[in-house]
Nanobody, 121 residues
Framework: VQLQASGGGLVQAGGSLRLSCAASGRTFSNSAMGWFRQAPGKEREFVAASRYSTYYAESVKGRFAIARDNAKNMMYLQMNSLKPEDTAVYYC??????????????????WGQGTQVTVSS
């Protein structure tokens, strides 16, 4: 099983980026998939997830949108109105079927390699 995150880059504050996560090796249509991020010197934190509903960290609500295309085994994170504090390495992750605790990184079994997002002020 592989998750491949892409789409990161350097953007000015107020700009937008769209991250993609390509899954291979199995389908995750009945599992939660999500995005986490880790800023320098900080712990990895939950950003957004999707299973039968969508879930967001308070810090990104109204700015970020998660989407999935289960037919293509893809997940996306549309990030708008980016702020310098959004700068981090963004990871996509997936749970095994039946897992719960959607906000907890320990409940995600599969992880992508991360993509850097840098927001300049």
């Amino acid at each position: 099983v592989q998750l491949q995150a892409s789409g990161g880059g350097l953007v000015q504050a107020g700009g937008s980026l769209r991250l993609s996560c390509a899954a291979s090796g199995r389908t995750f249509s009945n599992s939660a998939m999500g995005w986490f991020r880790q800023a320098p010197g900080k712990e990895r934190e939950f950003v957004a997830a999707s299973r039968y509903s969508t879930y967001y960290a308070e810090s990104v609500k109204g700015r970020f949108a998660i989407a999935r295309d289960n037919a293509k085994n893809m997940m996306y994170l549309q990030m708008n109105s980016l702020k310098p504090e959004d700068t981090a390495v963004y990871y996509c992750a997936a749970q095994q079927e039946g897992a719960t605790r959607i906000y907890s990184e320990s409940s995600y079994a599969y992880w992508g390699q991360g993509t850097q997002v840098t927001v300049s002020s």
